[in-house]
């Protein structure tokens, strides 16, 4: 198969992957507001890091093969929904749920899609709650919608999906059976440290009440 000449196809996309940067710092801004106007009101500040990207073009070339669509720009913008990405990590589930209602009620923002992977973990263990949004992004000439994927997890998941990320690749995507049964038990362990977590900072709450 030839090699494929990434960086002539990053140059030639460049343009169209303009807007996404615009709607990752539109995005971004309405997180950091979110982030210091919560930790005003509430004295607890729900994000823990956000961390956000473009998806690189090699990344995008092995989505659209496995998803079987064939490679052009249109296909890209038409098929994959997480050119551009953000990751909101944050200390509770709780946390995950309220910052959710916060984003839905933001009036620019369509929600196309929510992908709820903690009450539904993937068979691997894998949690987090996904968001699809669009968000207008305003150009000079006209106003693009512009799609975004929002990763929200607890520490506990982001810990759990980078190592999980990083074995599925050493393995070449072919990992032992015995590790995937690990993994899963790594999963469960996570989640019941979230649990556990969550419960602590509910009696903790109850204390600062009472006193
Ligand atoms: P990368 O390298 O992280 O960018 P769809 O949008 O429905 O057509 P998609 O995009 O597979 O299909 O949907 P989904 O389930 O929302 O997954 C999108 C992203 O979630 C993935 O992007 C990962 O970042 C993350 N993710 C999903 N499942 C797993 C998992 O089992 N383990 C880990 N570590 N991350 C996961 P990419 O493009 O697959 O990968």
């Given amino acids: 198969q030839a090699e494929i000449d990434y960086k002539g196809i990053f140059e030639e996309w460049k343009n169209s992957f303009l807007v996404y940067k615009f709607a990752l710092d539109e995005v971004n801004t309405k997180l950091k507001i979110i982030q210091e106007d919560y930790q005003f009101i509430h004295n607890h500040n729900p994000i823990e890091h ?3 990207r473009i998806k690189s073009p090699e990344s ?5 093969r496995r998803k079987n669509i064939s490679l052009s720009i249109e296909n890209a913008i038409k098929y ?3 050119i551009a990405g953000i990751r909101v990590t944050c200390s509770f589930i709780s946390d995950i749920y309220r910052l959710v209602d916060v984003i839905k009620k933001h009036d620019d923002i369509k929600i196309l899609q929510v992908k709820d992977y903690i009450k539904n973990p993937k068979p691997n263990g894998y949690q987090s709650l996904h968001l699809l ?3 207008p992004v ?6 693009q919608p512009v799609k975004v994927e929002i990763q929200i997890r607890t520490i506990a998941m982001d810990f759990w999906a980078s190592l999980e990320h990083k074995i599925f690749y050493k393995f070449d995507k072919d990992v032992p059976k015995y590790l995937i049964n690990e993994l899963k038990e790594a999963a469960d362990v996570a989640h019941h440290l979230d ?4 419960n602590l900072k509910d009696e903790m709450n109850t204390y600062k009440i009472s006193d």
Wanted: hydrophobic share 45%.
């Fill in 60 to 64: 995008i070339i092995n989505k659209l």
């Fill in 80 to 82: 994959i929904h997480d």
């Fill in 138 to 143: 305003f150009l000079t000439t006209r106003t």
């Fill in 50 to 52: 956000i961390k956000s």
């Fill in 195 to 198: 649990v556990k977590m969550e």
């Fill in 133 to 135: 949004i669009e968000i």
